[in-house]
T-cell receptor, first 111, second 115 residues
Framework: QQQVKQSPQSLIVQKGGISIINCAYE??????FPWYQQFPGKGPALLIA?????SEKKEGRFTISFNKSAKQFSLHIMDSQPGDSATYFC??????????FGTGTSLTVIP | KAGVTQTPRYLIKTRGQQVTLSCSPI?????VSWYQQTPGQGLQFLFE???????NKGNFPGRFSGRQFSNSRSEMNVSTLELGDSALYLC??????????????FGPGTRLTVL
């Protein structure tokens, strides 16, 4: 059973556009929600993270929106650049350090 | 500060063999988690170690095991390899469980191919 559901599976955006990736979860015991960026041949790297008591967090061009009642959270990439082309994973943390990951979104930003 | 290192980076084995993968966490990090990444299943949690003790275990068969040493380095072992074990195995280190913003840093992974 997939604990964290992520959509879309792939996304193509024009340079300068907004990329939006969505995730949903069921387990209300999750207490920390990070987003990771992964380039081919590399391990995932933390992009931005949020706790469930916060509704929005912004770092540069990256914003997480969190809706606790709907059990959904999303990543918004503003002014998308070709260098943002990568696979993005949402995740949720349970019991200290056990993370459940979404299935990933392959983002392609067209110049 | 050096990042998480994993060895070997690539490994080719045949069915029925066993394999041991190694992970050295970032200096000062005491928690190590292992994940299996495949195109179909994404990243799946294998297990987590802290202070040489397994704290959590994912839904994998007993063929998958691990351990952590006193210097926080960790190894995972897969016995009786199956074709479906072909994957990228990722190690992630963090300071310690329970911290509110306990960021995990991932290594580059070990690409295991089972023939």
């Amino acid at each position: 059973q997939q604990q964290v559901k992520q959509s879309p599976q792939s996304l193509i955006v024009q340079k300068g556009g907004i990329s939006i990736i969505n995730c949903a979860y069921e387990n209300t015991a999750f207490d920390y929600f990070p987003w990771y960026q992964q380039f081919p041949g590399k391990g995932p790297a933390l992009l931005i993270a949020i706790r469930p008591d916060v509704s929005e967090k912004k770092e540069g061009r990256f914003t997480i929106s969190f809706n606790k009642s709907a059990k959904q959270f999303s990543l918004h990439i503003m002014d998308s650049q070709p260098g943002d082309s990568a696979t993005y994973f949402c995740a949720a943390r349970y019991t200290g350090n056990q993370f459940y990951f979404g299935t990933g979104t392959s983002l392609t930003v067209i110049p | 500060k050096a990042g998480v290192t994993q060895t070997p980076r690539y490994l080719i084995k045949t069915r029925g063999q066993q394999v041991t993968l190694s992970c050295s966490p970032i200096s000062g990090h005491r928690s190590v988690s292992w994940y299996q990444q495949t195109p179909g299943q994404g990243l799946q949690f294998l297990f987590e170690y802290f202070s040489e003790t397994q704290r959590n275990k994912g839904n994998f068969p007993g063929r998958f095991s691990g351990r952590q040493f006193s210097n926080s380095r960790s190894e995972m072992n897969v016995s009786t390899l199956e074709l479906g074990d072909s994957a990228l195995y990722l190690c992630a280190s963090s300071r310690e469980p329970g911290l509110q913003d306990n960021e995990q840093f991932f290594g580059p992974g070990t690409r295991l191919t089972v023939l």
